[in-house]
């Protein structure tokens, strides 16, 4: 079985572009979580989708939003882009969102704004 | 406010041993607790899990331990390999709400031969 898929690996975009990145989760899952990785404020939840749907939202702008489609590959997206943005941008699948459902994360697109 | 807090950011054991890492958490609605490994420059990777009815779950050489009235849990790792060597973060999730896992800031644990 696949595990989860996120594209690309590696991204390097200037201040006030914008970025799309890709996640396929694991064949079945419908939960997609989006999670923002930097050295001084660990692992931060950005958003979870679950069947096209916005099921939870964490503290960042606006400028951060997602998407998923109908086979559950979801997209985010980041608008005018700052430095503080550059960071490991993590996706996690899971099956389905009942008690005891564990995450399984994909390897990270690293974003490096310049 | 941090809700999962790692207290030690970094453990050094010898192999053979037992690992033991600790994570206190400050919010009673938590219903379930993960821990991850992650190496660098990759995904975490899920380890062992605990619902918060239960106050103890085993998984070969991992085990985890929940002491609610203390609002804390370990893992233990027995015994330690030089493999284990990664960083370790403990994550937290209300009920309803699994897809949004709040994370400790980790404990980097070294394993020496």
Redesign the interface.
């Known amino acids: 079985k696949a595990g989860?898929t996120?594209t690309p690996r590696y991204l390097i975009k200037t201040r006030g572009q914008q970025v799309t990145l890709s996640c396929s989760p694991i064949s079945g899952h419908r939960?997609?979580?989006w999670?923002q990785q930097t050295p001084g404020q660990?692992?931060?939840?950005l958003f979870?989708y679950?069947s096209e749907t916005q099921?939870?939202k964490?503290n960042f702008p606006g400028r951060f939003s997602g998407r998923q489609f109908s086979n559950s590959r979801s997209e985010m997206n980041v608008s005018t882009l700052e430095l503080g943005d550059s960071a490991l941008y993590?996706c996690?699948s899971?099956l389905d969102?009942?008690?005891?459902?564990?995450?399984?994360?994909?390897?990270?697109t690293?974003l490096t704004v310049v | 406010d941090q809700q999962v807090k790692q207290n030690s950011p970094s453990l050094s054991v010898q192999e053979g041993r037992i690992s033991i890492l600790n994570c206190d958490y400050t919010n009673s609605m938590f219903d379930y607790f993960l821990w991850y490994k992650k190496y660098p420059a990759e995904g975490p990777t899920f380890l062992i899990s605990i619902s918060s009815i239960k106050d103890k779950n085993e998984d070969g050489r991992f085990t985890v331990f929940l002491n609610k009235s203390a609002k804390h849990l370990s893992l233990h790792i027995v015994p330690s390999q030089p493999g284990d060597s990664a960083v370790y973060f403990c994550a937290a999730s209300f009920r309803g709400s699994q897809g949004n896992l709040i994370f400790g800031k980790g404990t980097k644990l070294s394993v020496k031969p």
């Open positions: 989860v996120q939960s997609v979580s999670y660990g692992l931060q939840f979870e679950f099921r939870n964490g993590l996690a899971s969102r009942s008690r005891g459902t564990e995450a399984f994360f994909g390897q990270g690293r």
